[in-house]
């Protein structure tokens, strides 16, 4: 069968995955009576709860005399890194753009990368039955922003098609009224704009794997597109490692996508994309070859990670109650294993420390190898998030980052004023009837807890999205630090409703009553803007004496709900996270308040 290899690339939300699902729908992949989610792709359960690719996944659909090999991948720009390392397995790509909401700065992201990698795209315009749709503008975008970019001529020339991927249906038009059930005007598309794979189907093998996925049996695979040759299983091939070492090893297994499922087959071609397995420690970016002939293929470049968190192992008084693994050693081994999985990932550890310093993409990107970690068992602790600092020329710059908001015109007030506070820099505003545009430039670091916060300001109506622009001179000054107090508890023990009814009129609490705390824990935000000490274990003194409102109910206001993105959010430099399998809680960095009180005096002093 010819072959045909795309990416399908866009913006958060702009429906790559529900699209993936309909040209597998109406491919006939599936057997009629066949059960389909609507998410297919998202097979990862975080990918499912939060409603977000996180991975890029392959799959293939047959359409008349062609395979067209399909790599779905994320639209958040914390998962860029897995945008970019498909980008040479693929010759083509569906740009996906909402007719409503236009370009956004993850389709200037994914777009630049394409470009970059000389593949050519064509524009979807999707959603183009929502209400206020304009498609015609979104193309307008979209070619402005091919221009911006730098786009040759002939990618200039790019197809259009528009489709309502929700309901099934497409067209070359963009009036919603000549929509037609089906996907056949894209695959036409694929099948007569998209280039042939550029390998070489003769000589000697060659592969270079940009995806790792695992299997209970086999172990470890490589998934990437066959550059040269023809590989079979049993070969014996060599791996041209990162590190300059050659390693023989036999292919135990090949594995080709066909639909959602994993299909193991005897032999694959140059320009067909599968899996390879026999290598035990695979690593992203290794060259498989022929064994007498190892010629290895450019590493691949992935921009570097803008912000850091310390990981440690739990130190406080309750570790070890919740977890399984605790120790330096098997944390050391998980990190080291998402590392090699994750190549925009990197991880170092801190000397003569139970420490390390864990860098990549975002907060987005952090916390859900976080949350991955808690699920599997791990206990830890992690600090806050900050920026990394370069040195370029001589001068310290910091990342900045393109901030587009979207928000109903009563909250933009309230939304400007938050972000002067952190350092923003309007470059645009556009308004109508009901809703603002704003797009911002601003440091990284004043990203840190905003969107928590944005979503309050705007009671979750608001629309936000960022990405990385470029690193410039680093602005003096803490930007995006909390600038409000904590309540901080002064001794371990249970939480009772008589000390909470108390210390309730502090602030706003995160605890209820019954709940085991120690001396450090955060339990409370404080009013005021410096940190609160208080007991919420204290218990009603017991006398002889009867009391007339002896049987009156305490009645308390319902703690604040923080989850494990909020908490990260939330803290500042001198405070961390607690996280275990089954909670997590905020805590200072040094626990006992009398060295707690030792080190703010010192540090007052210093200054």
Known sequence: ????????????????????????????TFRENEKIDSLSMDSNPLEKERGITILAKPTSIRYKDYKINILDTPGHADFGGEVERIM????????????????????????????????????????????????????????NLFMELGASDDLLDFKVAYTSALNGTSSLDPSPSSQELGMNPIY????????????????????QDALLDYSDYVG????????????????????????????????????????????????CSAGDICAIAGLPDLNVGETICDKNNVEAL???HIDEPTLQMTFGVNTSPFAGIDGKFLTARQIDDRLYKESQRDVSLKVSRITNTESWIVSGRGELHLGILIEN????????????????????????????EDLLIEIPNDFVGDVMTSLGSRDAELINMDSNDTTTK???????????????????LTKGYGIIAHTFKEYRKVNEGKIGERSIGVLVATEGGQSTPYALKHVEERGVMFIGPSVQVYEGMIVGENKYDSDLAVNVCQTKNLTNQRSATKDQTVVLKVPRKMTLEACLDYINSDELVEITPTSFRMRKKILSLSERKKWEARNKVSE
């Open 220 to 267: 470890r695979m490589g998934i990437g597109r066959i550059q040269r040759g023809t590989v079979h299983v049993n070969d014996m091939v060599s791996c041209a490692r990162l590190d300059g070492t050659i390693k023989q090893f036999k292919v135990l297994k090949l594995y080709g996508f066909y639909g959602l499922k994993r299909v193991e087959i005897e032999e």
């Open 438 to 456: 704003i797009n911002y430039m601003i440091p990284s670091r004043g990203l840190i807890g905003f969107v928590s916060n944005f979503l309050t």
């Open 188 to 207: 036409e598309l694929i099948v007569n704009e998209i280039p042939d794979p550029q390998v070489q189907e003769e000589g000697p093998f060659q592969f």
């Open 88 to 143: 040479h397995m693929v010759d083509g790509c569906l740009l996906l753009v909402d007719a409503f909401e236009g370009t956004m700065p993850q389709t200037r992201f994914v777009l630049k990368k394409a470009i970059e990698a000389g593949i050519k795209p064509i524009v979807v315009i999707n959603k183009i039955d929502r209400p206020n749709a304009n498609p015609s503008r979104a193309v307008d975008e979209v070619l």
């Open 1 to 28: 069968m010819k072959i045909k290899n795309i990416a399908i690339i866009a913006h958060v939300d702009h429906g790559k995955t529900t699209l993936v699902n309909q040209l597998l729908k109406y491919s006939g």
């Open 373 to 400: 970690m808690r699920r599997e068992g791990f206990e830890l602790e992690v600090s806050r998030p900050k920026v990394i600092i370069k040195e370029i020329d001589g001068v310290k710059c910091e990342p900045y």
């Open 298 to 300: 450019p590493s691949l």
